[in-house]
């Protein structure tokens, strides 16, 4: 059994910018926005994994008791897992992972530096 590490932090989204915060109920882990996160727990809440990947949402299933669970795939090392919605995720970009139409670049910070 995973063991679970409350970590309920607001943080600047690594993709879009925007101010995320905290949700006062369970380990804030990804974007409320674009729903992007970063590959850096080993176990929920624990911030132990090195890899530090950007975790894209790929799909989203309906699950009767848990409501909506997104799945992610790391860009970076490809593994991939699931997470629970948060209740103030933005429905229509949940709607655009339901229906394919998700684009990470729609979302990204267009005043990102990049880097090379």
Request: hydrophobic fraction near 30%.
């Amino acid at each position: 059994m995973k063991n679970f590490v409350k970590n309920d932090s607001g943080f600047i989204c690594a993709v879009c910018g925007k101010a995320v915060e905290k949700l006062n109920s369970t380990s804030r882990d990804h974007c409320n926005f674009c729903l992007c996160s970063l590959h850096v727990d080993v176990n929920p809440g624990d911030r132990q994994n090195d890899c530090k990947g950007v975790l894209v949402p790929i799909e989203v299933t309906q699950n009767a008791k848990k409501g909506y669970i997104i799945t992610y795939k790391c860009s970076k090392c490809g593994q991939t897992h699931n997470n629970k919605a948060a209740e103030d995720d933005n429905f229509s970009t949940i709607l655009k992972v339901m229906n394919k139409t998700y684009n990470i670049d729609d979302y990204r910070n267009k005043n990102e530096i990049h880097a090379k």
